[in-house]
């Protein structure tokens, strides 16, 4: 497959991404001060195109984050069953992470510092089309600005019926930031205060007062968790949230700013691998066969001709002490 390389010209920072697997941006670097920073973790042949696409780099999960279980909901008095040789699903049955993520978006315009591209169900997922209630599409710009990665990103609705539509990103940040830290050096923060209770990864529909386990307000050592979570009750009153590593060890941070239409933030730590993912979804998992409960979901529905923008920032710099 071939990779897009965008670059700030000023500082040297850059990322890479593959159109061809998602949009996926699997790696990047900020050069902060004259030193690099390894942001993002991928597989040495993810860009070979021979691991799982969710599995590393930034995958793109969409028009569904993370989980619909048993791959079946309805939408409007209709059933659409998701089917496992047609869409990507987990080892249990579920169908996860939406549609566009294993599959080539169209790149529609770039330059040094920028990348943007398209995905349309009905021309770049149509053997997928019929499993969702409508056409839509989702458009996300890449740019790297200084040791910043930001992601500006336009969902919309083609077609005449109004559509059902969740978003995430599934980012595996690099921790420790430096070989010479450690993950028991690495305090990961979060402002989410409720999480959803899940039973076998999916929500019940009840949210609860976040745990002291899960709770990253204050900050949490990463050696000390193990998370697949989905947290929510983020801060009023403002219009964006921020998540963060800090490698104390190192000296260095990493820090995800994203927009209030984000109202969820699942944290995952993976198992034998050096990093932590902080996803940022507009909606919980399995929002769509939750819409019947009391709990607000975030799912969100696009009327006819409409479309909705946000953005995600990374950045990279120092610990100011």
């Known amino acids: 497959m071939t990779s897009i390389k965008i670059t700030d010209p000023e500082t040297g920072s850059f990322a890479h991404i593959l159109p061809e697997l998602g949009f996926n941006c699997y790696q990047f670097q900020a050069m902060v001060d004259g030193q690099c920073i390894d942001v993002i973790d991928a597989h040495p042949e993810f860009e070979q195109g021979n691991q799982r696409p969710s599995s590393s780099g930034i995958p793109i999960l969409f028009p569904f984050p993370n989980r619909i279980a048993n791959a079946r909901y309805k939408w409007e008095g209709v059933t659409y069953e998701l089917p496992a040789d047609k869409t990507y699903h987990?080892?249990?049955?579920?169908?996860?992470?939406?549609?566009c993520l294993d599959?080539?978006?169209?790149?529609?315009a770039q330059e040094e510092s920028f990348a943007i591209a398209q995905f349309q169900l009905s021309i770049d997922g149509k053997n997928r089309l019929k499993y969702w209630p409508g056409d839509i599409f989702i458009e996300v710009k890449y740019e790297v600005k200084g040791a910043t990665l930001r992601a500006d990103i336009r969902v919309g609705n083609p077609g005449t019926t109004s559509v059902p539509w969740g978003l995430g990103t599934h980012p595996y940040f690099k921790a420790p930031l430096s070989e010479k830290s450690s993950a028991k050096n690495c305090l990961i923060e979060a402002p989410a205060s409720e999480e959803w209770v899940l039973e076998d990864c999916l929500p019940t529909g009840v949210k609860k007062?976040?745990?002291d386990a899960h709770d990253l307000r204050e900050g949490a050592w990463l050696d000390q968790l193990k998370l697949d979570h989905v947290l929510s009750?983020?801060?009023e009153g403002?219009?964006?949230?921020?998540?963060l590593i800090m490698d104390e060890q190192?000296?260095?941070?990493?820090?995800?700013?994203?927009?209030s239409l984000f109202s969820e933030l699942v944290v995952f730590t993976p198992a034998n691998r050096d990093c932590v993912c902080l996803e940022p979804y507009t909606c919980v998992t399995n929002a769509i066969n939750l819409t019947r409960q009391e709990a607000e979901t975030g799912l969100r529905v696009l009327p006819p001709g409409s479309e909705i923008k946000t953005w995600i920032e990374i950045r990279a710099g120092k610990v100011i002490v």
């Not at 403002?238 to 998540?243: I, N």
């Open 209 to 211: 007062t976040i745990s």
């Open 250 to 259: 190192a000296g260095l941070v990493v820090s995800q700013d994203y927009d």
């Open 90 to 99: 987990d080892q249990t049955g579920n169908a996860i992470h939406g549609f």
């Open 233 to 235: 009750g983020m801060p």
């Open 103 to 108: 599959l080539p978006w169209r790149v529609i």
């Open 238 to 243: 403002t219009d964006q949230y921020e998540s």
